[in-house]
């Protein structure tokens, strides 16, 4: 089955700065992935997704993920970091029908 | 174009107390997901139906747990004889089959806390 493995439990970024958020997965078919983002108490929320038809993926809130395959990798970037981006994250591979996440990294943001 | 809705949105129980939960999801989506979220972890699939048809189940999910979706669009969770290992988050997603892979959209949660 595939898989996905988020390095970093915890980010703490400066406002402003680059948010980087690692995720690496483990297919042995061209994987689908996401990048869901969730805000205390509550569900989580879709911030993109690759499906290969291109390799950057841009997605919400300024945010994109780049799929390398040679790197079995699809981190997460923003360039500028908001108070507002405090959250967890979670990386996720489509197994079939049913998603399989990885345990997830938590961003604080230092004002 | 509504979201997914979850209800209740916390449940505080007994041990030994039964417990259902209900899941509403996006109106066309024919596909519906359940899945579970302890404190500081990732979601883990439970279930999963096609229309009204359960397609399948985790081996987490043992047997005080039953799902259903009875006319495929809302669906319950059920947890019987409930444990204090029960207590978490239960996520519910909805998606509308696709041709490559289905985008699942998650609803609020229904957090459980078994005392």
């Known amino acids: 089955a595939q898989s996905v493995t988020q390095l970093g439990s915890h980010v703490s970024v400066s406002e402003g700065a680059l948010v980087l958020l690692r995720c690496n997965y483990s297919?042995?078919?061209?994987?689908?992935l996401f990048w869901y983002v969730q805000y205390p108490n509550q569900g989580l929320q879709l911030l993109l997704k690759y499906t290969s038809a291109a390799t950057l993926v841009k997605g919400i809130n300024g945010f994109e993920a780049e799929f390398k395959k040679s790197e079995t990798s699809f981190h997460l970037t923003k360039p500028s970091a908001h108070m507002s981006d405090a959250a967890e994250y979670f990386c996720a591979v489509s197994n079939d029908y049913k998603l399989s996440f990885g345990a997830g990294t938590t961003v604080t943001v230092r004002a | 174009d509504t979201g997914v809705s979850q209800n209740p949105r916390h449940k505080i129980t007994k041990r030994g107390q039964n417990v259902t939960f209900r899941c509403d999801p996006i109106s066309e989506h024919n596909r519906l997901y359940w899945y579970r979220q302890t404190l500081g972890q990732g979601p883990e699939f439970l279930t999963y139906?096609?229309?009204?048809?359960?397609?399948?189940k985790s081996r987490l999910l043992s047997d005080r747990f039953s799902a259903e979706r009875p006319k495929g669009s809302f669906s319950t969770l059920e947890i019987q004889r409930t444990e204090q290992g029960d207590s978490a988050m239960y996520l519910c997603?909805?998606?509308?089959?696709?041709?490559?892979?289905?985008?699942?959209?998650f609803g609020p949660g229904t957090r459980l806390t078994v005392l």
């Open positions: 997603a909805s998606s509308l089959e696709d041709k490559d892979t289905d985008t699942q959209y």
């Open positions: 139906f096609q229309n009204e048809a359960q397609l399948e």
């Open positions: 297919s042995s078919v061209p994987p689908y």
